[in-house]
Protein backbone atom coordinates (compact mmCIF):
# COMPACT_ATOMS: atom_id res chain seq x y z
CA UNK A 1 0.00 0.00 0.00
CA UNK A 2 1.38 3.31 -0.58
CA UNK A 3 0.83 6.75 1.31
CA UNK A 4 -1.64 7.71 -1.97
CA UNK A 5 -4.00 4.73 -1.13
CA UNK A 6 -4.47 5.33 2.16
CA UNK A 7 -7.53 7.45 3.10
CA UNK A 8 -6.70 10.79 3.94
CA UNK A 9 -9.13 11.61 7.36
CA UNK A 10 -11.40 9.76 9.89
CA UNK A 11 -15.04 9.57 9.24
CA UNK A 12 -17.43 11.43 11.00
CA UNK A 13 -18.42 7.76 13.04
CA UNK A 14 -14.41 7.75 13.67
CA UNK A 15 -14.49 11.11 15.45
CA UNK A 16 -17.53 10.17 17.53
CA UNK A 17 -16.14 6.99 18.38
CA UNK A 18 -12.72 8.65 19.89
CA UNK A 19 -14.86 11.07 21.45
CA UNK A 20 -16.95 8.71 23.15
CA UNK A 21 -13.86 5.90 24.24
CA UNK A 22 -10.76 8.19 24.30
CA UNK A 23 -9.28 5.62 21.98
CA UNK A 24 -9.40 4.76 18.08
CA UNK A 25 -7.17 1.93 16.27
CA UNK A 26 -6.78 2.71 12.54
CA UNK A 27 -5.60 -0.90 10.87
CA UNK A 28 -2.55 -0.23 8.09
CA UNK A 29 -2.48 3.27 8.27
CA UNK A 30 1.56 3.77 8.12
CA UNK A 31 2.71 2.32 4.91
CA UNK A 32 5.10 -0.50 4.94
CA UNK A 33 8.33 1.73 3.54
CA UNK A 34 8.23 3.75 6.84
CA UNK A 35 7.51 0.65 9.25
CA UNK A 36 10.70 -0.58 7.85
CA UNK A 37 12.71 2.51 7.61
CA UNK A 38 11.57 3.04 11.15
CA UNK A 39 12.63 -0.56 12.12
CA UNK A 40 16.34 0.24 10.87
CA UNK A 41 16.66 3.08 12.80
CA UNK A 42 15.80 1.54 15.65
CA UNK A 43 17.75 -1.63 15.30
CA UNK A 44 20.78 0.46 14.71
CA UNK A 45 20.20 2.82 17.98
CA UNK A 46 19.15 -0.48 20.61
CA UNK A 47 22.77 -2.09 19.35
CA UNK A 48 24.59 1.33 19.44
CA UNK A 49 22.63 2.59 22.99
CA UNK A 50 22.83 6.17 21.21
CA UNK A 51 21.86 9.14 21.93
CA UNK A 52 19.32 9.67 24.49
CA UNK A 53 17.83 6.44 26.26
CA UNK A 54 15.84 5.46 29.17
CA UNK A 55 16.56 2.10 30.64
CA UNK A 56 14.32 -0.09 32.33
CA UNK A 57 16.44 0.18 35.49
CA UNK A 58 15.65 3.89 35.92
CA UNK A 59 11.77 3.18 36.85
CA UNK A 60 12.03 0.31 38.53
CA UNK A 61 8.92 -1.05 37.79
CA UNK A 62 7.81 -4.79 38.66
CA UNK A 63 9.71 -7.03 36.24
CA UNK A 64 12.71 -4.48 35.78
CA UNK A 65 16.24 -5.22 36.90
CA UNK A 66 17.19 -3.60 40.16
CA UNK A 67 19.84 -0.88 38.64
CA UNK A 68 21.53 -0.87 35.57
CA UNK A 69 25.00 -2.88 37.34
CA UNK A 70 22.65 -5.83 37.62
CA UNK A 71 21.50 -8.54 35.04
CA UNK A 72 19.97 -7.48 32.68
CA UNK A 73 20.45 -3.52 33.87
CA UNK A 74 21.31 -2.16 30.52
CA UNK A 75 18.21 -3.27 28.90
CA UNK A 76 16.61 -0.58 26.76
CA UNK A 77 13.24 0.62 27.21
CA UNK A 78 12.97 4.00 25.09
CA UNK A 79 14.83 5.69 22.57
CA UNK A 80 14.15 9.23 23.58
CA UNK A 81 14.21 12.18 21.30
CA UNK A 82 12.94 9.79 18.03
CA UNK A 83 12.47 13.16 15.79
CA UNK A 84 15.86 13.71 15.88
CA UNK A 85 17.23 10.23 15.02
CA UNK A 86 16.19 10.06 11.36
CA UNK A 87 14.35 12.17 8.71
CA UNK A 88 11.65 9.14 8.44
CA UNK A 89 9.61 10.33 11.28
CA UNK A 90 8.95 14.04 10.81
CA UNK A 91 7.85 13.37 7.38
CA UNK A 92 5.48 10.54 8.29
CA UNK A 93 4.11 12.75 10.55
CA UNK A 94 4.03 15.38 7.64
CA UNK A 95 1.77 13.16 5.78
CA UNK A 96 -2.15 13.88 5.38
CA UNK A 97 -3.11 10.60 6.68
CA UNK A 98 -1.70 11.72 9.90
CA UNK A 99 -1.65 15.17 9.83
CA UNK A 100 -5.38 15.15 8.70
CA UNK A 101 -6.45 13.28 11.56
CA UNK A 102 -4.96 15.11 14.07
CA UNK A 103 -6.50 18.33 12.72
CA UNK A 104 -10.08 16.82 13.72
CA UNK A 105 -9.29 15.65 16.95
CA UNK A 106 -7.07 18.58 18.36
CA UNK A 107 -7.66 21.40 15.92
CA UNK A 108 -6.83 23.08 12.88
CA UNK A 109 -2.76 23.99 14.21
CA UNK A 110 -1.17 20.66 15.46
CA UNK A 111 1.77 21.07 17.62
CA UNK A 112 3.82 18.10 18.41
CA UNK A 113 5.65 18.54 21.82
CA UNK A 114 9.58 17.36 22.04
CA UNK A 115 9.30 16.79 25.98
CA UNK A 116 6.82 13.80 26.31
CA UNK A 117 6.65 10.49 24.44
CA UNK A 118 8.73 11.79 20.83
CA UNK A 119 10.21 8.05 21.44
CA UNK A 120 10.09 4.81 20.20
CA UNK A 121 9.31 2.14 22.72
CA UNK A 122 11.08 -1.36 23.49
CA UNK A 123 9.88 -4.00 25.26
CA UNK A 124 12.14 -6.59 25.09
CA UNK A 125 11.20 -10.79 26.70
CA UNK A 126 13.13 -11.19 30.36
CA UNK A 127 14.02 -7.84 31.46
CA UNK A 128 10.61 -5.61 30.41
CA UNK A 129 8.43 -4.43 33.14
CA UNK A 130 4.83 -4.07 34.09
CA UNK A 131 2.86 -0.60 33.95
CA UNK A 132 0.27 -0.06 35.71
CA UNK A 133 -2.79 1.74 35.22
CA UNK A 134 -2.37 5.63 34.54
CA UNK A 135 -2.98 8.90 32.60
CA UNK A 136 -0.22 10.19 30.56
CA UNK A 137 -1.06 13.97 31.53
CA UNK A 138 0.22 12.51 35.69
CA UNK A 139 3.21 14.78 35.06
CA UNK A 140 2.19 16.93 32.10
CA UNK A 141 1.29 20.91 32.46
CA UNK A 142 -0.32 22.15 29.91
CA UNK A 143 -3.08 24.61 29.92
CA UNK A 144 -5.72 21.89 29.32
CA UNK A 145 -5.45 18.33 29.39
CA UNK A 146 -6.66 18.47 25.93
CA UNK A 147 -3.71 16.08 24.65
CA UNK A 148 -3.92 13.26 21.55
CA UNK A 149 -1.09 10.35 21.43
CA UNK A 150 -0.02 8.43 18.60
CA UNK A 151 1.11 4.71 18.89
CA UNK A 152 2.45 3.12 16.04
CA UNK A 153 3.25 -0.54 15.62
CA UNK A 154 6.64 -1.53 13.91
CA UNK A 155 5.57 -5.09 14.91
CA UNK A 156 2.93 -7.11 16.35
CA UNK A 157 1.56 -6.23 19.50
CA UNK A 158 -0.41 -9.07 21.28
CA UNK A 159 -1.58 -10.14 25.12
CA UNK A 160 1.82 -12.06 25.06
CA UNK A 161 4.47 -9.18 24.22
CA UNK A 162 2.41 -6.70 26.53
CA UNK A 163 0.47 -4.36 24.09
CA UNK A 164 -1.38 -1.59 25.63
CA UNK A 165 -4.51 -1.76 27.55
CA UNK A 166 -7.48 0.98 27.56
CA UNK A 167 -9.95 2.15 29.97
CA UNK A 168 -12.74 3.41 27.34
CA UNK A 169 -14.32 6.58 28.40
CA UNK A 170 -12.19 7.08 31.08
CA UNK A 171 -11.05 10.08 29.67
CA UNK A 172 -14.40 11.92 30.36
CA UNK A 173 -14.07 10.60 33.98
CA UNK A 174 -12.03 12.19 36.23
CA UNK A 175 -10.52 9.96 38.86
CA UNK A 176 -10.74 11.15 42.72
CA UNK A 177 -7.01 11.42 44.44
CA UNK A 178 -8.18 8.44 46.57
CA UNK A 179 -8.58 6.34 44.21
CA UNK A 180 -4.83 6.76 42.98
CA UNK A 181 -1.68 5.29 44.83
CA UNK A 182 1.45 8.05 45.34
CA UNK A 183 3.12 7.44 41.92
CA UNK A 184 -1.08 8.32 40.86
CA UNK A 185 -1.52 5.15 39.46
CA UNK A 186 -5.16 3.78 39.84
CA UNK A 187 -5.25 1.69 42.75
CA UNK A 188 -5.86 -2.42 42.02
CA UNK A 189 -6.47 -3.07 45.44
CA UNK A 190 -9.53 -0.88 45.76
CA UNK A 191 -12.92 -2.49 45.43
CA UNK A 192 -14.72 1.05 43.59
CA UNK A 193 -11.72 0.61 40.83
CA UNK A 194 -12.94 -3.04 40.05
CA UNK A 195 -15.61 -2.20 37.82
CA UNK A 196 -13.07 0.03 35.50
CA UNK A 197 -11.00 -2.61 35.12
CA UNK A 198 -13.60 -5.10 33.93
CA UNK A 199 -14.13 -2.63 31.03
CA UNK A 200 -10.55 -2.71 29.86
CA UNK A 201 -9.79 -3.58 26.37
CA UNK A 202 -6.54 -5.03 25.02
CA UNK A 203 -5.18 -3.55 21.97
CA UNK A 204 -3.51 -6.04 20.04
CA UNK A 205 -2.00 -4.79 16.84
CA UNK A 206 -0.08 -5.64 13.58
CA UNK A 207 2.77 -3.41 12.16
CA UNK A 208 1.63 -0.54 10.56
CA UNK A 209 -1.40 -0.35 12.98
CA UNK A 210 -2.08 3.10 14.82
CA UNK A 211 -3.55 3.94 18.17
CA UNK A 212 -4.86 7.40 18.61
CA UNK A 213 -5.69 7.96 22.02
CA UNK A 214 -6.74 10.87 24.78
CA UNK A 215 -4.04 11.62 27.02
CA UNK A 216 -6.66 11.69 29.68
CA UNK A 217 -7.65 7.84 28.80
CA UNK A 218 -6.30 5.33 31.57
CA UNK A 219 -3.52 2.81 30.07
CA UNK A 220 -1.29 0.17 31.22
CA UNK A 221 0.43 -3.28 29.70
CA UNK A 222 2.19 -6.00 31.31
CA UNK A 223 5.73 -7.29 30.68
CA UNK A 224 6.86 -9.16 27.49
CA UNK A 225 6.23 -12.47 27.69
CA UNK A 226 6.89 -13.66 24.32
CA UNK A 227 10.85 -14.20 22.88
CA UNK A 228 10.59 -10.91 20.55
CA UNK A 229 11.28 -7.34 21.33
CA UNK A 230 7.91 -5.26 20.53
CA UNK A 231 8.79 -2.08 19.12
CA UNK A 232 6.53 1.32 19.41
CA UNK A 233 6.95 4.60 18.04
CA UNK A 234 5.25 6.96 20.14
CA UNK A 235 4.13 11.01 19.91
CA UNK A 236 1.90 13.16 21.61
CA UNK A 237 0.09 16.22 20.15
CA UNK A 238 -1.82 19.39 21.23
CA UNK A 239 -3.32 22.38 19.79
CA UNK A 240 -2.04 25.69 19.34
CA UNK A 241 -3.65 27.69 21.64
CA UNK A 242 -2.94 24.54 24.61
CA UNK A 243 0.55 25.61 25.59
CA UNK A 244 2.70 24.30 28.29
CA UNK A 245 2.99 25.91 31.47
CA UNK A 246 6.13 27.54 31.54
CA UNK A 247 8.55 26.80 34.01
CA UNK A 248 7.61 23.35 33.55
CA UNK A 249 9.02 19.97 32.32
CA UNK A 250 6.20 20.30 29.46
CA UNK A 251 7.88 24.09 28.19
CA UNK A 252 11.58 22.47 28.90
CA UNK A 253 12.23 21.72 25.40
CA UNK A 254 11.09 23.52 22.17
CA UNK A 255 8.09 22.00 20.45
CA UNK A 256 6.82 21.22 16.53
CA UNK A 257 4.54 22.95 14.82
CA UNK A 258 2.89 20.76 12.43
CA UNK A 259 0.40 22.72 10.58
Known sequence: MNAEDISPSFSDEEVASFRRDGYLIVRQLIPPSFISTMKRVTQRDLLSHEGDV??????????????????????????????????????????????????????????????????????????????????????????????????????????????????????????????LDEALFLRTDLPENRPLFEKSVPVELEPGDVLFFHALCFHSATRNYSTETKHSVVFTFRSLDNPPKPNTRSSALPELLLS
Open 54 to 179: EYEADLNYPGAPESRESDGGRTIRRLRQAISRDPVFCLMLKQPFILNRLQQLVGRHVVMPLAHHNCIMTKQPKFSSDTGWHQDTRYWSFQTPELVNVWIALGPETQQNGCLRVLPGTHLEPAPRER
